[in-house]
């Protein structure tokens, strides 16, 4: 399981409320979307995400994971910055 990417699309899913539009995107399809996300779960043994059909929201836990996510990738993204 590539890490950095999980944050990736849980930030995505819960910015766009639905993990066909975090698929979007992400240039992906929403079934990996779907794995990666439950690979995370699985991972971390506790719920992000709440799932319906037509929604998606983030479990109290989801959204600690969530905001700690952004920070993360926020760095990532400085790093990757200030290399190039």
């Known amino acids: 399981m590539n890490l950095v990417r999980s944050?990736?699309?849980?930030?995505?899913s819960a910015d766009q409320?639905?993990?066909t539009g975090a698929a979007k995107v992400l240039g992906t399809s929403w079934p990996t979307v779907i794995r990666v996300v439950a690979e995370?779960?699985?991972?971390?043994?506790l719920r992000l995400v709440n799932r319906t059909t037509r929604h998606v929201s983030l479990t109290e836990e989801g959204e600690v994971y969530c905001e700690n996510c952004r920070r993360i990738l926020d760095e990532v993204d400085n790093l990757e910055n200030v290399m190039a």
Do not use: T
């Open 7 to 12: 944050m990736e699309v849980v930030r995505a």
């Open 17 to 19: 409320k639905s993990m």
């Open 40 to 45: 995370l779960e699985a991972s971390l043994g």
